[in-house]
């Protein structure tokens, strides 16, 4: 499974972003995809992912401000923040995980998201 994470950008404190999450792979529908996040200086984390058949896990820090979904067809998940706060500035990528394993095996090169104040 081929990952290409993009989006990033600067925004600006209140405002809105969408990361896209290109999957490709011969088995990619057999894989659930996820979105992290990286702050400078912290852990990574997990925030959102879906499978392909819509079934949607969430952290819950991010339950109201962050939604993600998928378009089969193009096979590319979406990561839709809004209320962004500069504590939201990371390094974001995009990850799968079969379904029915344990980790998150492929992942994606990861796209900044810097929020201004």
């Known amino acids: 499974v081929q990952l290409q994470a993009s989006g990033g950008g600067l925004v600006q404190a209140g405002g809105s972003l969408r990361l896209s999450c290109a999957a490709s792979?011969?088995?990619?529908?057999?894989?659930?995809i996820g979105w992290f996040r990286q702050a400078p200086g912290k852990e990574r984390e997990f925030v959102l992912a879906?499978?392909?058949?819509?079934?949607?896990w969430s952290a819950e820090a991010f339950r109201g401000r962050f939604t993600i979904s998928r378009d089969n067809a193009k096979n590319t998940v979406l990561l839709q923040m809004n209320s962004l706060k500069p504590e939201d500035t990371a390094v974001y990528y995009c990850?799968?995980?079969?379904?029915?394993?344990?980790?998150?095996?492929?992942w994606g090169q990861g796209t900044l998201v810097t929020v201004s104040s």
């Open positions: 879906i499978s392909w058949g819509g079934d949607i």
């Open positions: 792979g011969r088995t990619v529908s057999r894989h659930l």
């Open positions: 990850a799968a995980r079969l379904l029915g394993a344990q980790g998150y095996k492929y």
